[in-house]
């Protein structure tokens, strides 16, 4: 990683990683078979192995920035990049390498925040995530905003809006039958909070 104050007002970061496994869990699965019991009835048969033949790599990297355009506003910005290759040793394919296809390849955040007096604060931020075709997720950009009252160091209150421009959107799909669809819903919440 490498951070830069390019000017008092302006920081920069960049970062990037890259990771080589070896050994991951596994699962693969034979192809279904139509197969009968003594009684002659039929059934569909596949047979699921787990084991540790799944290797691969990763990697990424991230830039972000801080600016203050002037005293009591702050803008954030960055942008992330996520690369995953994973392959399986042997003849048959791991059903574990579409893992490679959950995690979204690129996204971009964009957040201000903004001091209006003494005690009250005011945030935006927007965001794009790209898609996630393997599981049927599709890219989506969202807003967010905060507006909160500081009555004294110890105190905050908050209201707090998220996922605005749409009612819902999914995020996650189910990997296995078993596994309840997630949508995010909209939503705007107050939210109280006290240090002691």
Same mark, same amino acid.
């Given at each position: 990683?490498?951070?830069?104050?390019? $000017?008092?007002? +302006?920081?920069?970061?960049?970062?990037? @990683? #890259?990771?080589?496994?070896?050994?991951?869990?596994?699962?693969?699965?034979?192809?279904?078979?139509?197969? @009968? !019991?003594?009684?002659?009835?039929? #059934?569909?048969?596949?047979?699921?192995?787990?084991? !540790?033949?799944?290797?691969?790599?990763?990697?990424?990297?991230?830039?972000?920035?801080?600016?203050?355009?002037?005293?009591?506003?702050?803008?954030?910005? *960055? #942008?992330? +990049?996520?690369s995953l290759? &994973? $392959?399986?040793?042997?003849?048959?394919?791991? %059903?574990?390498? /579409?893992?490679?296809?959950?995690?979204?390849? $690129?996204?971009?955040?964009?957040?201000?925040?903004?001091?209006? /007096?003494?005690? +009250?604060?005011? /945030?935006?931020?927007?965001?794009?995530?790209? /898609?996630e075709p @393997?599981?049927?997720?599709? *890219?989506?950009?969202? &807003?967010?905003?905060? &507006?909160?009252?500081?009555?004294?160091?110890?105190?905050?209150?908050?209201?707090?809006?998220? *996922? +605005?421009?749409?009612?819902?959107?999914?995020? @996650?799909?189910?990997? %296995?039958?078993?596994?309840? !669809?997630?949508?995010?819903?909209?939503?705007?919440?107050?939210?109280?909070?006290?240090?002691f």
């Amino acid at each position: 990683g490498y951070r830069v104050l390019v $000017h008092p007002r +302006l920081t920069l970061d960049l970062s990037a @990683f #890259y990771y080589d496994y070896d050994h991951l869990k596994s699962v693969s699965q034979s192809p279904i078979e139509l197969r @009968f !019991n003594p009684a002659n009835q039929p #059934y569909l048969y596949a047979s699921v192995t787990t084991g !540790n033949d799944l290797y691969g790599e990763a990697y990424g990297t991230e830039l972000a920035a801080t600016w203050q355009p002037r005293e009591g506003w702050r803008v954030r910005g *960055s #942008y992330s +990049l996520l690369s995953l290759a &994973l $392959h399986t040793r042997g003849t048959t394919p791991s %059903v574990s390498e /579409g893992d490679e296809g959950v995690d979204p390849k $690129h996204q971009v955040k964009l957040w201000s925040d903004l001091d209006l /007096g003494r005690h +009250l604060e005011w /945030g935006l931020g927007w965001r794009y995530v790209s /898609g996630e075709p @393997f599981i049927g997720i599709s *890219s989506y950009t969202e &807003l967010d905003t905060r &507006l909160a009252w500081k009555p004294t160091p110890h105190c905050e209150l908050a209201i707090v809006g998220r *996922s +605005l421009l749409a009612s819902h959107h999914r995020e @996650f799909a189910p990997y %296995v039958l078993i596994d309840p !669809n997630v949508e995010v819903d909209r939503s705007v919440f107050a939210k109280l909070t006290l240090k002691f």
